[in-house]
């Protein structure tokens, strides 16, 4: 009886596409879902001349395909985005290019899915597309969940559902739920994830989205098996397996395979968890998941070794373990692409003001030059001695504006020096990257079991430090436009510390030098959190490049009257008075390298010595050659407003 129900509204569809029209349709497609053979009848109005209905057809069909055969969905959705590029459409290009970039995503290829998200992005911001905008901030949190930043993923995710609220739209309401509570059970908050899949579930069973009540089915199933409950669980993962199948949807059965084998592995049915993580391994060849694959390997290793096959648990651990190198060691390049995205996107933004402020400036001095020989004109046929007064006064601001010229020059040649810097250490870092990359695809047969450790260090303390540098360089760039923003509150101090160190510790590992937070566990600062992380940062990481290998670098903190000083020490190389007296120089931020031979941008000093300003504070430097270096970063006690 579903199948027939099915079937006729594909034909309903159809039959609306050729008797309402193209727009209306255009704001009925996403509710509506079709099965194979209606998806096919679908097909054949390509056939027909309209380009316009074509558009809204394909952008259906890259959507229907996207989970049972993503290859095709992404074939469709080249197409629709060719077409309503051609046809000028912006708002189904803006939609196109959204579901182009889900199919991207099923496959894993991020990159291009982000590329999608930020052009669709940019066209709804542009003609005010509220629908498309809320898909696009919700598809966006996806990505940040599918690279663990969580934080980031619930910031767009509450944008997304933000705007859905506004135009009361609950298809995507349903979907925003979805990756919400998604985002939350990753970060082990069960219970408001488990009150997100709800809220989705409730909305897609009142608009009778099936696909989507699979969905909201298996995650619900998930969080109940986190929680213990293993019959609820069991429940609605095989409600969920079951609408899968009628609807042919193969990422959600082998999601539904997966977590099946979980749940048997749990009761100690191992038998038919190994059935259930193979049927999940075979249905998931079609979209080459990874974090699937490892799951299904080490639930299988898990399962075989409880069932006393040693070999076989050790064949799917080595499996697991693989495919777990791999994601690891793409997410450092996705991570890079999406935050070259990101500058990229405030680049635009910043050139675009920018121009906007030099035609206002040139139609400025135009109107006041204008108005300046006018009244130089009168003047000059009243008094002679007040057209004196204004040819000094004009002199006066001739000269301001030569001043102003040069500070202006001065400003432009700085960041034509950091910008110079950047572009060849970054070039450098990329390159160290990729070298090692090859390396590692070349000979990773013939690489002892040291020496590939020893590379997946070196990859990993280079992909930090060129993520440290892009962070430097924004920071940076909101510093000279006055963007960043100083909010003080109250931190426990040593906690802060903590975590700076955690991300500065690969590096430090590498040189196998010691870093030894001293700070009361008692003592807390009211600060801006960010801006202090960042001087610590860079503080610990010059601190690491000039200590010898096998050194030890101390963090300290003591409060001195009404201010508090917080010190990082290294017993490295050193410096003469004389270099020291230089750090802060105009001009003489150079680079210069570690003791093994470590390249830096010789920018992050100068953004210290800003953001420290920026907080009412100062830094200190204390140094003597081959006796090492501690810098210090004196703040004072404010009050959290």
Same mark, same amino acid.
């Given at each position: 009886?579903?199948?027939?129900?099915?079937?006729? +509204?594909?034909?309903?569809?159809?039959?609306?596409?050729?008797?309402?029209?193209?727009?209306?349709?255009?704001?009925?497609?996403?509710?509506?879902?079709?099965?194979?053979?209606?998806?096919?009848?679908?097909?054949?109005?390509?056939?027909?001349?309209?380009?316009?209905?074509?558009?809204?057809?394909?952008?259906?069909?890259?959507?229907?395909?996207?989970?049972?055969?993503?290859?095709?969905?992404?074939?469709?959705?080249?197409?629709?985005?060719?077409?309503?590029?051609?046809?000028?459409?912006?708002?189904?290009?803006?939609?196109?290019?959204?579901?182009?970039?889900?199919?991207?995503?099923?496959?894993?290829?991020?990159?291009?899915?982000?590329? +999608?998200?930020?052009?669709?992005?940019?066209?709804?911001?542009?003609?005010?597309?509220?629908?498309?905008? #809320?898909?696009?901030?919700?598809?966006?949190?996806?990505?940040?969940?599918?690279? $663990?930043?969580?934080?980031? #993923?619930?910031?767009?995710?509450?944008?997304?559902?933000?705007?859905?609220?506004?135009?009361?739209?609950?298809?995507?309401?349903?979907?925003?739920?979805?990756?919400?509570?998604?985002?939350?059970?990753?970060?082990?908050?069960?219970?408001?994830?488990?009150?997100?899949?709800?809220?989705?579930?409730?909305?897609?069973?009142?608009?009778?989205?099936?696909?989507?009540?699979?969905?909201?089915?298996?995650?619900?199933?998930?969080?109940?098996?986190?929680?213990?409950?293993?019959?609820?669980?069991?429940?609605?993962?095989?409600?969920?397996?079951?609408?899968?199948?009628?609807?042919?949807?193969?990422?959600?059965? #082998?999601?539904?395979?997966?977590?099946?084998?979980?749940?048997?592995?749990?009761?100690?049915?191992?038998?038919?968890?190994?059935?259930?993580?193979?049927?999940?391994?075979?249905?998931?060849?079609?979209?080459?998941?990874?974090?699937?694959?490892?799951? +299904?390997?080490?639930?299988?290793?898990?399962?075989?070794?409880?069932?006393?096959?040693?070999?076989?648990?050790?064949?799917?651990?080595?499996?697991?373990?693989?495919?777990?190198?791999?994601?690891?060691?793409?997410?450092?390049?996705?991570?890079?692409?999406?935050? @070259?995205?990101?500058?990229?996107?405030?680049?635009?933004?910043?050139?675009?003001?920018?121009?906007?402020?030099?035609?206002?400036?040139?139609?400025?001095?135009?109107?006041?030059?204008? %108005?300046?020989?006018?009244?130089?004109?009168?003047?000059? @046929?009243?008094?002679?001695?007040?057209?004196?007064?204004?040819?000094?006064?004009?002199?006066?601001?001739?000269?301001?504006?030569?001043?102003?010229?040069?500070?202006?020059?001065?400003?432009?040649?700085?960041?034509?020096?950091?910008?110079?810097?950047?572009?060849?250490?970054?070039?450098?870092?990329?390159?160290?990257?990729?070298?090692?990359?090859?390396?590692? %695809?070349?000979?990773?047969?013939? &690489?002892?079991?040291?020496?590939?450790?020893?590379?997946?260090?070196?990859?990993?303390?280079?992909?930090?430090?060129?993520?440290?540098?892009?962070?430097?360089?924004?920071?940076?760039?909101?510093?000279?436009?006055?963007?960043?923003?100083?909010?003080?509150?109250?931190?426990?101090?040593?906690?802060?510390?903590?975590?700076?160190?955690?991300?500065?510790?690969?590096?430090?590992?590498?040189?196998?030098?010691?870093?030894?937070?001293?700070?009361?566990?008692?003592?807390?600062?009211?600060?801006?959190?960010?801006?202090?992380?960042?001087? &610590?940062?860079?503080?610990?990481?010059?601190?690491?490049?000039?200590?010898?290998?096998?050194?030890?670098?101390?963090?300290?903190?003591?409060?001195?009257?009404?201010?508090?000083?917080? $010190?990082?020490?290294?017993?490295?190389?050193?410096?003469?008075?004389?270099?020291?007296?230089?750090?802060?120089?105009?001009?003489?931020?150079?680079?210069?390298?570690?003791?093994?031979?470590?390249?830096?941008?010789?920018?992050?000093?100068?953004?210290?010595?800003?953001?420290?300003?920026?907080?009412?504070?100062?830094?200190?430097?204390?140094?003597?050659?081959?006796?090492?270096?501690?810098?210090?970063?004196?703040?004072?006690? #404010?009050?959290?407003?």
């Amino acid at each position: 009886m579903y199948r027939y129900r099915c079937f006729y +509204c594909g034909i309903l569809a159809l039959l609306m596409l050729f008797s309402i029209g193209f727009k209306t349709y255009a704001q009925l497609d996403d509710t509506i879902y079709l099965n194979p053979s209606s998806i096919k009848a679908l097909a054949k109005v390509l056939d027909r001349p309209d380009d316009s209905l074509k558009v809204v057809v394909l952008k259906l069909l890259c959507w229907e395909n996207r989970n049972s055969d993503p290859a095709k969905a992404i074939e469709y959705g080249q197409m629709a985005v060719a077409l309503a590029q051609k046809l000028e459409l912006n708002q189904e290009l803006s939609d196109s290019y959204n579901r182009l970039g889900v199919a991207y995503r099923n496959v894993g290829e991020y990159a291009k899915a982000l590329d +999608c998200y930020f052009k669709g992005l940019e066209i709804s911001r542009k003609y005010n597309l509220k629908k498309h905008l #809320a898909f696009q901030y919700n598809n966006l949190a996806d990505l940040y969940n599918r690279l $663990s930043l969580y934080d980031r #993923a619930v910031e767009f995710g509450k944008r997304a559902l933000d705007i859905a609220k506004q135009i009361n739209d609950e298809y995507t309401l349903s979907y925003i739920y979805n990756i919400l509570g998604t985002i939350y059970q990753n970060k082990d908050d069960l219970d408001s994830a488990l009150y997100y899949f709800g809220k989705s579930l409730e909305l897609r069973e009142k608009i009778g989205f099936s696909p989507g009540i699979a969905t909201a089915y298996l995650n619900i199933g998930n969080v109940h098996l986190a929680k213990g409950k293993k019959d609820s669980s069991e429940f609605y993962i095989i409600r969920a397996q079951k609408i899968y199948s009628q609807n042919n949807d193969l990422q959600g059965l #082998a999601l539904t395979y997966l977590a099946h084998g979980i749940l048997c592995n749990q009761l100690g049915q191992y038998d038919s968890a190994i059935f259930y993580f193979n049927k999940g391994l075979a249905t998931n060849r079609n979209f080459e998941n990874q974090t699937v694959s490892r799951d +299904c390997h080490k639930g299988l290793s898990y399962s075989y070794k409880q069932k006393g096959d040693f070999k076989k648990a050790e064949y799917h651990s080595n499996l697991a373990y693989n495919i777990n190198d791999s994601i690891t060691l793409s997410s450092y390049v996705e991570r890079l692409t999406q935050l @070259t995205e990101a500058l990229r996107f405030e680049e635009q933004v910043k050139h675009q003001k920018e121009r906007e402020k030099i035609l206002a400036e040139k139609i400025g001095f135009q109107r006041n030059i204008i %108005k300046l020989y006018i009244a130089i004109i009168v003047l000059l @046929t009243a008094l002679i001695g007040l057209a004196v007064y204004f040819y000094l006064k004009r002199a006066k601001d001739v000269r301001l504006l030569r001043k102003q010229k040069d500070e202006i020059n001065q400003l432009n040649n700085d960041k034509d020096r950091y910008f110079s810097i950047l572009a060849h250490d970054l070039k450098n870092q990329l390159t160290s990257i990729v070298t090692i990359a090859q390396i590692i %695809k070349e000979k990773s047969l013939s &690489l002892g079991n040291d020496e590939m450790i020893q590379l997946s260090k070196r990859l990993y303390v280079l992909g930090f430090s060129t993520n440290d540098l892009l962070e430097n360089v924004l920071n940076w760039i909101k510093s000279q436009e006055k963007r960043l923003k100083v909010s003080i509150k109250s931190y426990n101090l040593k906690n802060l510390v903590d975590r700076v160190i955690m991300s500065q510790k690969p590096a430090a590992e590498l040189k196998s030098i010691g870093l030894v937070n001293k700070v009361d566990p008692t003592m807390n600062v009211n600060t801006d959190a960010d801006m202090l992380s960042t001087i &610590l940062r860079n503080f610990i990481s010059n601190a690491i490049k000039f200590s010898v290998a096998g050194g030890e670098v101390e963090i300290e903190a003591a409060q001195i009257a009404s201010r508090i000083e917080v $010190s990082v020490r290294d017993y490295g190389v050193g410096m003469t008075q004389q270099k020291v007296n230089s750090l802060f120089s105009k001009g003489q931020q150079k680079s210069q390298r570690g003791t093994s031979n470590e390249q830096g941008s010789g920018i992050g000093l100068a953004i210290c010595n800003q953001l420290a300003t920026d907080l009412g504070g100062e830094i200190k430097v204390a140094s003597k050659p081959n006796e090492g270096s501690t810098f210090t970063i004196v703040l004072p006690l #404010a009050d959290v407003s």
